[in-house]
C-alpha cells in the first residue's frame, strides 16, 4: 500500500510539472538543450561537450547539444533569446555574441544587454602577441617595450594581420595601436589560419592570436611570443609577460560562458549555476581543458553578468573606434 501510494504521488507531481510548466519539476522529467552557436568540433564546442556529460548526474538528466551555427553566432544565441525561460534550454554566451556582435552588426536579432539570465562563465581563452621570429631578431626585438619603441622611432613601417575586419585579432590590434600610441597598418586576411601563415611566412610583422592557434608554431620557434593579452601570466605560458604589465589594464581575450533566456526563475539559475560550477571545478574538466590551453573560469551569475555588461561596453568603444560593421 505505502509503494502504491509512493507511486501515485509521484505521479501527481510529474503530471502537474508537465500541466503548470513548472521548470524546477519539468527539468527533472526532460534532457536540457544547451545551443553552442557555432560548428561541432571547435573549442566551444568540445568544452559544451565535456561539461554537458558531467552535470548529467547533478541534474537528474541529460543535457543535449544543439549546434546552431551562422550569422557569427547569433542564430544560435537568439534561438536561447527566444527560448521558454524555463530551464530546458540554455545556450553559449561568448565574447563574439554578446560584447562584439552587438556593435558589428547594423541589425541584431536579440538585444544582449536584456535578452539573458548569466549561469557562470565557463573559460578564458588568452590571446597572444606574436611576432615572425626572423623579424624580431631582425629588427632587435625582444619585449613588448621593444616593440613600441620600433613603431614610435618607425611610423608606419609595422604591419599586423588579422582575420578580417572586426575579428578579434583586428580588435586587439587597435586596442594596442591606441594604447600604445603607435601606428601600424593592419591586413586582413579571410580567416584566423591565413593570418598565421602570413606571419610565419614573413607577409606580416605581428598579429594577435588565439594562443591555442599559435602555440604550436610558438614551440617550434616559428613565433615569438611577446605578450599575452590577459590581465595575468598564463598558465599555459608563464614564461610570457602580459601586456599589462606595460600597458596598464589592457586586457582582451576570449571568453564564453553559459546563459539562459531572461526571465528564467532565479532557483532555476541557482540549480544550473551549481551543477556546472562544480563541473567546472572538477580536476577532470581543467585537465581536459588544459590540451586546449583554455582556462576554467566558474563563477556567481551576478559575477558573470556584471563581467558581460563590462565587455560589451569595452566592445563598443573597440568597434566604433575601427570603423568595422557587417551588414
Not at 36 to 42: F, H, I
Not at 53 to 65: A, F
Not at 149 to 170: E, F, I, T
Amino acid at each position: 500500500m505505502t509503494t502504491r501510494k509512493t507511486f501515485l504521488a509521484t505521479l501527481a507531481l510529474s503530471t502537474l510539472a508537465l500541466a503548470t510548466g513548472s521548470p524546477v519539476l519539468a527539468q527533472q522529467q526532460r534532457p536540457i538543450r544547451l545551443v553552442v552557436p557555432y560548428a561541432a568540433g571547435g573549442p566551444i564546442d568540445v568544452t559544451a561537450r565535456a561539461l554537458a556529460e558531467r552535470v548529467r548526474d547533478t541534474l537528474g538528466g541529460p543535457v543535449i547539444i544543439d549546434n546552431k551555427p551562422g550569422a557569427g553566432g547569433n542564430i544560435g544565441a537568439d534561438i536561447v533569446a527566444k527560448a521558454a525561460p524555463d530551464g530546458l534550454t540554455i545556450g553559449i554566451a561568448a565574447t563574439a555574441t554578446n560584447a562584439v556582435n552587438p556593435w558589428l552588426y547594423s541589425k541584431m536579432p536579440f538585444n544582449a544587454a536584456t535578452d539573458f539570465a548569466p549561469i557562470t562563465q565557463m573559460v578564458r581563452v588568452p590571446n597572444v602577441l606574436v611576432m615572425n621570429a626572423e623579424t624580431a631578431q631582425r629588427l632587435k626585438i625582444a619585449t613588448l617595450k621593444d616593440l613600441i619603441a620600433y613603431a614610435k622611432a618607425n611610423p608606419g613601417k609595422l604591419n599586423y594581420g588579422s582575420g578580417g575586419n572586426g575579428s578579434a585579432g583586428h580588435l586587439a590590434g587597435e586596442m594596442f595601436k591606441k594604447a600604445a600610441g603607435i601606428f601600424a597598418v593592419h591586413i586582413p586576411y579571410n580567416g584566423g589560419n591565413p593570418a598565421q601563415l602570413a606571419l610565419v611566412s614573413g607577409q606580416v610583422d605581428f598579429n594577435f592570436d588565439n594562443l591555442a592557434t599559435a602555440a604550436p608554431n610558438i614551440r617550434s620557434g616559428k613565433l615569438k611570443a611577446i605578450a599575452v593579452t590577459t590581465l595575468q601570466r598564463s598558465s599555459a605560458l608563464p614564461e610570457v609577460p602580459p601586456v599589462s604589465d606595460t600597458l596598464k589594464d589592457f586586457s582582451i581575450d576570449t571568453w564564453w560562458g553559459l546563459v539562459a533566456p531572461a526571465h528564467t526563475p532565479p532557483e532555476v539559475v541557482a540549480k544550473l549555476n551549481h551543477a556546472f560550477v562544480d563541473a567546472l571545478n572538477a580536476p577532470e574538466t581543467k585537465s581536459r581543458f588544459a590540451l586546449l590551453l583554455a582556462e576554467p573560469v566558474a563563477s556567481t551569475p551576478a559575477q558573470f553578468g556584471a563581467f558581460m555588461k563590462t565587455e560589451l561596453g569595452k566592445y563598443e568603444q573597440v568597434v566604433k573606434a575601427t570603423g568595422a560593421k557587417v551588414d
